[in-house]
């Protein structure tokens, strides 16, 4: 597959954009980046798992969830949901608004990609995850397109995708064996609370995330883990108010 990028200097695009994906310098940097959280990633992808069997979604449902959804945070979420019997109209809300971040990393990632063809930033779409972003930001932080940012970014995300499909099967197929008792949904409270914490970089983030825990559980009370659609509209609206104000505070500081 090509790169899609080429560089400025022609004597060195046609070796760099005849050549495969994989073969790109860059691609074995994002492996290489990717595979220092690869650990994580996989025993999250395991406590998820073994969450899917023991909510009762069975075997193939679990497996289907795993390759089509492949989001861990909106299938924890949504499990105590189908557990419990709730409306699929909350199922959906909820995991619809554990997802809303990904429309932040969309508008972040249309920098890099946006010229490519809509098929192909589909197929990116579904393989974006949280840190795999916050890796790709650290090595492009100017949010404009450059050489072999697309093959970074494949090789980032193999090492995602395998990690946690790997260890998210052998958690479906181990479920039974595997005992509660390990505290494996803690395991995986304590996995989101470290991939929360990865996000937080700056004032506005802190404080959305501080408000949004306060929110949770002040309406812990509401049915069908209504307290986490709560506290994310919070933290959206916060966050949204304290971006408008800085953008503002910027603009009065231009003038």
């Not at 400025?8 to 005849?18: E, F, G, I, K, R």
């Not at 197929?123 to 650290?138: E, P």
């Not at 949770?216 to 009370?221: F, K, N």
Request: charged content about 10%.
């Amino acid at each position: 597959m090509p790169t899609g990028i080429r560089r400025q200097n022609p004597q060195m695009t046609v070796s760099l954009d005849s050549q495969p994906m994989w073969r790109h310098p860059a691609f074995a940097d994002g492996v290489r980046e990717m595979a220092g959280v690869a650990i994580g990633l996989g025993a999250w992808g395991l406590v998820t798992g073994v969450a899917m069997v023991k909510s009762g979604l069975g075997v193939p449902l679990s497996v289907m969830m795993s390759l089509l959804v492949f989001a861990g945070s909106a299938q924890l979420a949504s499990l105590p949901l189908l557990a419990a019997g709730a409306p699929l109209w909350v199922v959906w809300a909820t995991a619809f608004c554990v997802n809303l971040r990904f429309v932040i990393f969309s508008a972040g990632w249309r920098n890099y990609f946006g010229s490519l063809p809509q098929r192909r930033r589909i197929v990116l779409g579904y393989f974006t995850t949280d840190l795999n972003y916050v890796c790709f930001l650290r090595r492009y932080p100017d949010q404009r397109p450059q050489e072999g940012q697309e093959p970074y970014f494949w090789g980032g995300v193999l090492v995602n995708w395998v990690a946690w499909q790997v260890l998210s099967m052998l958690g479906i197929v181990l479920a039974d064996v595997i005992p509660t008792a390990w505290g494996l949904g803690f395991a995986g409270t304590l996995a989101l609370v470290g991939l929360t914490g990865s996000l937080l970089k700056d004032r506005a983030t802190w404080v959305a995330a501080a408000v949004a825990g306060c929110a949770s559980v002040a309406a812990y009370a509401l049915p069908f883990k209504l307290n986490i659609v709560v506290s994310i509209a919070v933290a959206v609206a916060l966050g949204v108010l304290m971006d408008h104000q800085a953008r503002a505070l910027k603009s009065q500081g231009e003038v």
